[in-house]
């Protein structure tokens, strides 16, 4: 990753500094929080061993350069305490953490939560960030890199400059001051959100309870009315006739018939462009023909059509209605300035523009005021120019319109309201069709009716700007947020749907398709992603791996679902964290021996347990479960981590953690005299027999009895009835087309086929002692495994293959992943080592070549194990094969 300078043109590279090898985005609930991250693994290289306080001048110059840093109370929990640890001596890693949070807080996004942790490589960090805009944390990264490095190197940095470059990222980035507020009521409600472009498209709520905005547009918001609030000629006819008060005017052509429209109307008038918006081309109280003139040119830059209206004399309101209430109103005032008798206006302006609610986005309250040429033509009016110095107290305009994208103020009225303007601006809103809407009234006092002041509506407007309800220059801000979200969600709502998601080693994707198939039974329109692909109610969309959270996203985006089950793999746990915020069940299969580690510094089954236990802290605090394998030590420790209720599921109803958890009243769910018991504390309830499950081959799969019981507890969890999980599990077959790839059983003339997808040591081993309970004295098996396994995974799987089988056939196929050729096959060669059951080993390079020779073998009183390398190839193929054979038994 690039370091920035701090724009003073040094050479990095020429000087030695530490190396920010990779950064991870955690966009979900990860391994470090509940909420987004950057990991970004850190070489510290030669530093290493050089603590700040080691480092001569470092300590000072970070101070001096970011003072506000005395805020960060870092482990210590009190203020001053990461500077307490500076002068105590720390390790870049942990500064550099510490900068980047400042950073991302100085820019305008306010965050706190960082940690750093040195890996099982000397010298090599992974230190995590909080953020809130991708972009933006990963630029205050770079320059936190580069900070660092010029503190070590003594070099200048012009740490203003970043800071506010910083700022101009973050207010290109960070949702408007409209969407927050939204986004912010939405949170405070606990209903998930989604952003969903670059700019103001925010996704609340999953599938087929989602809702979305577009600023303060909403989903409900009519393409109609929006059409219609865009044109102010037919805005205005709409609202006469529903006896709302708006000004007279026409649509005018050229600047003669502009200044004709003006005198039969009566100066002064108001000219604008007929479809224009936050107040761009508005000209207001003309007095003669040279400005209306003059203003007809400039609404005619700016929109198709110009309107001439007649002047309302009075103050500039803009009333907020949501819905059919009235949220809040304000006094807009135009941009100005207060004359000192010292500065000229040009300075006053600098000045006012110097106030940090001032911005030139509207990610800030106030917009800066233009100085231009519309600006000039206003002093001139006032009979003055930039360079004049105005007596002090003299208020001196800026802008003849209000708005504040103009650089106007504004004041809070909602409580001054007179009632007939209410029912005005409701009336309006309604014959325009909108759900939320901007009214602007001109009057003479608000409090007042209008009628009896000569007060009328000037202009509707769709997709309202909220920033000066939300913070205005005077009086209180108004939870207009609040206000669209109710109108979206009724109290009580959330817009969530189930999500169960699955984790584990092995018996992932078998448990996923199981429980999919019981909420569709009880008629839920579902999505799954799985290792095979995501289906949506039955149909399969994708046939990739979509285990990640990728997937989860996009099943969730669907706005047919009415639930979700989603397997969450652990390599887009680590490269991304979760793809939903909560899920209402959590399944946790097994950890047995592991797999795929020694990647992402999981080295350990210990860290991988950590890395699976990420959807046991995801799940929905009370009302959640997790369901944990009481028989997997790794997995039972993990109840203590999960926010909701547990369940736990074991072959064995007498084992310890299910006696112990059902004393503490705690659910259960295990197999008794060959059927599949439900416990709560001490009450126990029979379900329904193991010869009733199809999927685990009248109880002699003990892997599938334990999917089965994962997927049953899931769903009691869920609170479906229990009738139709009975139903549901009658009808989950292990065939080909159900679950293909998990275990699927085949005879042939009294040869047995066994298709499975296992490709680690603990599935192995599972295969194998399931193979036991099937007759045919005579086995084959065609196997491999994945390159990026460990050599001693590897080595063990070969040692299993060669005590387990009469007949093995190794092959490498798709999955080599950094391997040469022959060095997986190597490796099994090792674990066999000659002895054992085997007799006969074969190798073959490619999977269906290996499958062609493993069906050479099937004979009568033969069992042949098929490993599907690729699942769908494996399948079609196999059925290819099938459809010829000439007698399947």
Known sequence: MDTDDGGNGNKISTLPFIEIRKVLTLRG???????????????????????????????????????????????????????????????????????????????????????????????VYKVAIEYVEETLAKECLKVAAGICFSAVHDIPFDISRQINRLKDIAQDICLGPSTRAIVEAARARKIPVRRLNSGSLVMFGYGSRQRRILASETDQTKAIAEEIAQDKQVTKTLLKAVGVPVPKGRIVYSEEDAWAAARDLDLPVVVKPLDGNKGRGVSVNLTCQEEVMAAYTSAASVGSSVLVEKFIPGQDYRLLVVGDQLVAAARREPAHVIGDGIHTVAELIEQENENPLRGNHHALPLSKIPLDSVSLAVLAEQGLTVESKPLAGTMVFIRRNANLSTGGTAVDVTDEVHSEAVTAAIDATRVVGLDVAGVDVVVPDISRPLGEQGGAIVEINAAPGLRMHIQPSHGIGRPVGEAIISTLFSEGETGRIPIVAVTGVNGKTTTTRFIAHILNGSNFKVGMAC??????????????????????????????????????????????????????????TNIGQGDHLDQYDIDTVEKLAVVKRTIVEAVTPETGAAVLNAADPLVAAMAPYCPGRVVFFSCNGDHRVIVEHRRKSGRAVFMRQDAVILAEGDHE????????????????VRFQIENALAAIAAAWSLGIALEKIVASVSSFTADIDNVPGRFNLVRLNGATMIVDYGHNASSLEAIIEALDNFSPPNRTIVYSTAGDRRDSDIILQGLLLGEAFDSVILYEGHYMRGRGKGEIISLFR??????????????????????????????????????????DETIAHLQNYLSAYPHPA
């Open 685 to 700: 309830q029979r379900l329904v027999s193991l010869d009733c499950i199809p999927l685990t081959l009248d109880g002699r």
């Open 830 to 871: 090792k674990g066999m080592n000659g002895t054992g059951r085997a007799k006969e080993v074969k190798e073959v390079y490619g999977s269906l070549n290996a499958i062609d020779q493993g069906l050479r073998f099937l004979r009568p009183n033969t069992l042949v194990v098929i490993q599907a390398d690729v699942v």
């Open 29 to 123: 609930p990860n391994i470090w929080a509940n909420f987004p991250v950057l990991e970004a693994w850190v070489d510290l290289k030669q530093f290493n061993e050089i603590p700040s306080n080691k480092i001569p001048g470092f300590n000072e110059r970070l101070m001096v350069w970011l003072p506000t840093m005395i805020e960060h109370r870092c482990s210590r929990g009190e203020r001053g305490g990461f500077f307490a640890r500076l002068h105590d001596g720390t390790y870049l890693a942990h500064i550099l953490e510490h900068i980047t949070l400042e950073l991302q807080t100085l820019a305008g996004t306010n965050v706190g939560y960082g940690k750093s942790r040195e890996t099982s490589e000397q010298g």
């Open 531 to 588: 290792t095979d692909g995501i289906y949506i109610d039955g149909r399969r969309i994708d046939n990739e791996d979509c285990s990640g959270p990728q997937s989860a996203r996009e099943v969730l985006l669907n706005p047919v679902i009415g639930a979700a089950v989603l397997e969450t793999a652990r390599g887009g746990i680590l490269r991304e964290g979760l793809g939903f915020d909560f899920c209402d069940v959590g399944v946790v």
